[in-house]
Structure formats: C-alpha cells, structure tokens
C-alpha cells in the first residue's frame, strides 16, 4: 500500500515537470522540447573505434573495408585510441554517398 502512493506521488510529479516545461515555452512555440534536446546531445559525441560499424549500420568487416579505403575519413586518437566525432562522420557518409 506503501508503494501504491509512492508511485503515484512520483507520477504526480512528472506530470508536474512537464507540464511545467510546457508552460514555460507557451509563448515561444520554436523553442525545442525536452526530447529535441536528448538528440541534439546524441549529435556530439564520440565513437569508439570498435562500435563505428553500429554508427554506419554495416558489418564490422565491412567498417574496416570501408576505412582503409577512406583513410581521411573524420577521427580523433586519444591516448593511441581512435574515436570517430558523430556528426563529422554523420556529414562525411552524406558526401561519400553522393
């Protein structure tokens, strides 16, 4: 029974965020929401070398393919590891697609 009001306050309270959130952009519509800004944080990170294939949506023998092949393709290396920034290499397979 305990639990049944502990569930209900956290719901109440969520709703109470939200709406919150939602009255303070009342007037400025283009204002971007709560979940506009979970993938605009999505957009700035890194990439282990390791998961690229999962970013590019192929197999991992095909990312190293694909990487020997475009040596330039955008990356970083921190302490002798190879990161690949999301949005460069989001851009870079635009061009190279085309």
């Known amino acids: 029974m305990v639990w049944d009001f502990i569930f209900i306050g956290a719901g109440i309270a969520a709703a109470g965020y939200f709406i919150g959130e939602g ?24 990439i282990k070398e390791n998961e690229i294939h999962y970013f590019m949506g192929i197999s991992k023998e095909d990312a190293k393919h694909l990487i020997k092949e475009h ?21 870079w397979l635009k061009r190279v697609g085309d």
């Open 23 to 46: 009255l303070k952009n009342f007037k400025n519509p283009n204002s971007p929401n709560f979940f506009d800004s979970l993938t605009e944080d999505e957009e700035y990170g890194l």
């Open 71 to 91: 040596p330039k393709i955008p990356h970083l290396i921190i302490n002798n590891a190879i990161y690949y920034p999301k949005a460069k290499v989001k851009a």
